[in-house]
């Protein structure tokens, strides 16, 4: 099994920054072989939004509503993934969610493990 793990959130004023970050690590201690990372966010009543991405190759993507503003980047093997948000805004509260896709079997098959959430909420 694989456990994940989002850090950072908190409450912060219009225009400002909070960092997340997401720790993933194998309940047995081993190498994980993470193919993907994904930072999620839901609203009360909403369906989870993508709102970055970022591959082992170190593309990244990202929602529109974030583009400019939010970062995300990660240590190299991607067990450590951080989401930089910047000039945040009320429309940005919400629980944010990582997502991490291992590959197993040499890339066979592909998991997708979630953390629990952590809350960032916007206001002033």
């Known amino acids: 099994q694989v456990k994940v793990v989002e850090s950072g959130g908190g409450l912060v004023q219009p225009g400002g920054s909070l960092r997340l970050s997401c720790a993933a690590s194998a309940d047995s201690g081993g190498t994980l072989d993470i193919n993907a990372v994904q930072w999620y966010r839901q609203t009360p009543g909403n369906q989870r939004e993508l709102v970055a991405s970022?591959?082992?190759?170190?593309?990244?993507n990202y929602a529109d509503s974030v583009k400019n503003r939010f970062t995300i980047s990660g240590e190299l093997a991607l067990d450590m993934v951080y989401l930089q948000m910047n000039s945040l805004q009320p429309g940005d509260t919400a629980v944010y969610y990582c997502a991490t896709t291992i590959l197993i079997a040499g890339g066979v098959w592909r998991k997708t493990f979630w953390g629990q959430g952590t809350q960032v909420t916007v206001s002033s």
């Open positions: 970022i591959m082992s190759g170190g593309s990244t």
